[in-house]
């Protein structure tokens, strides 16, 4: 697979590149928050409960040492072999030995950083296949939700979903039940990456396919419910709002399994309902309870999922319910989309440069 220039038809100068990564800022933040996620990721947490107990140097030494153990382990026999060999040939050019030829030590030098670079490129050829591929993945998942927000009368209605990565394992969707019933899903699958998008394409896929024959939200769940107990691993469940709605009518009619509980929003005044019933896939069989709820004209009814709460700022601090419903009480009358959309722009001002913890989605009715 070739590698392709952002600028179609146009190759992009290293030099023009260089030159705009020296005049971006923010470069020392950036490290930092990088330097973190790495800890994070090779750093186990009863490695860290170790390294909390020492001084800093004994702390720095460590970690390093760890840091570096794990990325190694994690290669390839023959890429760890270039990686080792390439660093002990490279510390011979700086070595102060007496008797060794100064020419040896620096081509001996040079090929130890060439094995480094090699190594280099064949993980970042592997990463770019990778991402292309995840990225290709998302495009299918994109094709198979709503295309637009679903118009129904007498409601209006606005549908969110962003992955954390380059795929998602949350799901929002939305179908017809009969002639004037619809169908409102959102639905949060176990983990995140891969694992969690390829269950979220088979949850909606059970869904859908059992909706052409079940016209009613509870056997619906039930029959899903058995489905991904029978089929999926034993550490993937999902938990899912489902939620049905009439044309003309003020009622919802709505199923939780194990899924946040939603809100209602009524002017200043947020009732979070009752929790639900257990999540998906947990229990073999399981009679699912559904719930009715009745909005006066310009209430709300919102569905999250934790991305939501879980959104962190640089300082490790979580967004939170408070956050949110102090800022679902200062919303004040608006359409579905333009609340959804101020929740968003909240999130994200609040995050900056901090990268997403989790999928991050929302579905919003709204009585009109």
Not at 119 to 136: R, T
Request: proline share 2%; with cysteine.
């Amino acid at each position: 697979m070739k590698a392709k220039s952002e600028n179609s038809g146009q190759e992009t100068r290293l030099r023009d590149a260089l030159k705009a990564d020296i005049l971006k800022d923010g470069h020392f933040k950036t490290f930092r928050k990088e330097f973190k996620e790495i800890r994070e990721f090779y750093i186990s947490s009863e490695k860290d409960k170790i390294l909390q107990e020492k001084n800093f140097i004994k702390k720095w030494w460590l970690t390093s040492w760890w840091i570096f153990k794990e990325m190694v382990l994690r290669l390839t026999a023959l890429r760890r072999l270039l990686v080792v060999s390439g660093i002990l040939l490279a510390f011979i050019n700086i070595s102060n030995r007496s008797g060794e030829d100064e020419n040896t030590k620096i081509g001996l030098g040079f090929i130890g950083v060439i094995l480094v670079i090699i190594v280099l490129m064949l993980e970042l050829k592997d990463k770019i296949i990778a991402k292309d591929e995840l990225i290709a993945g998302r495009e299918i998942q994109k094709a198979l939700m709503p295309k637009s927000n679903p118009e129904i009368e007498g409601w209006d209605i606005w549908l969110y979903s962003k992955p954390a990565n380059e795929i998602c394992g949350d799901l929002i969707d939305h179908f017809q039940l009969t002639d004037i019933s619809h169908s409102i899903i959102i639905a949060d699958v176990a983990g995140k990456g891969l694992n969690a998008a390829l269950f979220t394409t088979k949850l909606q896929s059970a869904i859908r396919t059992l909706s052409f024959e079940y016209k009613d939200i509870k056997l619906i769940t039930d029959k899903v419910n058995k489905i991904f107990y029978r089929e999926s691993l034993k550490n993937i469940f999902a938990t899912m709002v489902i939620a049905e709605v009439s044309d003309s009518d003020n009622t919802i009619t709505y199923i939780n399994s194990g899924h946040i509980p939603p809100l209602i929003l009524s002017g200043e005044n947020i009732t979070e309902l009752p929790k639900g019933d257990p999540a998906l896939g947990l229990l073999k069989t399981f009679e699912f309870t559904k719930k009715e709820i009745s909005l006066k004209t310009g209430e709300y009814f919102i569905a999250y999922s934790d991305g939501v709460t879980d959104a962190m700022n640089d300082a490790g601090e979580f967004f939170e319910k408070t956050r949110l419903f102090d800022l679902l009480r200062k919303a004040g009358p608006q359409t579905s989309k333009v609340l959804g959309e101020n929740i968003i722009s909240w999130i994200e001002y609040y995050m900056q440069r901090t990268n997403p913890a989790d999928d991050l989605s929302i579905i919003i009715l709204r009585k009109i």
